[in-house]
């Protein structure tokens, strides 16, 4: 049985493998072709692979922005539309990815949330490698699959993806909750302006027929008046007395 010491390197060496790995595949990808890069920026899974801006760009993630900087303008350039005529929506497509990367990681508090997924991952797969590494002690195995460098790698590469694409899950609930927030306020309002068009509309139509309903009135009151006068004055009216015949 092999002894710990003769294991594969560490985690902390592996993780530095992982990162010199980063930096053989940007060295590789900076002699792909303006097609080549297009492709790999709208391969499948690239909805998710692309909210990665370390990804989008091929670089290590504590790479200076200086140098990031001249990464993005060469790989801007060169899946710009105007040099990919033959193609251009799909151009247009990987030109906004790359944009969106730049940006991303321009941004200091943006960059510093993806520094952070990216130490998460590999807290997180350093604790499950150990707890895995423990369950392969019981059963009487010295080494997991992850302890080979490139599966390591690949195990820190797999929970960064997934992190970032369950941070984007959050972001858009957190966009869609705001978003109803805002129409179920917005309708709120409707219906207030209505009802309260509806009150003033009220208000006015019985404003408007107030005068009417007094005019009414008076009149009413007028012509009560005038037939009580006119019946009193029948009333008062007497028939003179039938004098007696002078015999």
């Known amino acids: 049985m092999a002894s710990n010491t003769s294991r594969a390197p560490d985690k902390d060496s592996n993780f530095e493998y992982f990162y010199t790995e980063v930096k053989e595949i940007e060295k590789r990808d900076s002699v792909l072709t303006s097609k080549q890069q297009i492709d790999r920026l709208l391969r499948p899974g690239s909805t998710y692979l692309n909210l990665n801006p370390f990804e989008v760009l091929q670089i290590d993630p504590e790479l200076p922005i200086e140098e990031v900087k001249k990464k993005y303008r060469r790989l801007s350039i060169l899946v710009h539309p105007d040099k990919n005529q033959d193609d251009p929506d799909r151009a247009q497509q990987a030109f906004e990815a790359v944009n969106k990367a730049w940006k991303t990681l321009e941004n200091e508090v943006t960059r510093k949330k993806c520094m952070d997924v990216i130490e998460e991952a590999k807290g997180r797969t350093d604790i499950m490698l150990t707890e895995k590494r423990k369950?392969?002690?019981?059963?009487?195995?010295?080494?997991?699959?992850?302890?080979?460098?490139?599966?390591?790698?690949?195990a820190i590469y797999v929970l960064t993806m997934k992190l970032f694409a369950d941070m984007e899950r959050k972001r858009r609930d957190l966009a869609e909750r705001d978003q109803e927030e805002r129409k179920r306020k917005r309708e709120a309002e409707i219906e207030e302006e209505e009802m309260n068009k509806a009150q003033k509309e009220w208000q006015k139509n019985f404003e408007e027929s107030r005068q009417n309903r007094v005019e009414s009135w008076q009149s009413f009151q007028a012509n009560t008046k005038s037939k009580t006068k006119s019946s009193k004055k029948i009333k008062m009216f007497k028939p003179p007395k039938n004098k007696p015949e002078s015999r």
């Open 135 to 154: 369950k392969a002690k019981k059963e009487g195995k010295d080494q997991i699959p992850e302890d080979d460098p490139d599966k390591y790698k690949h």
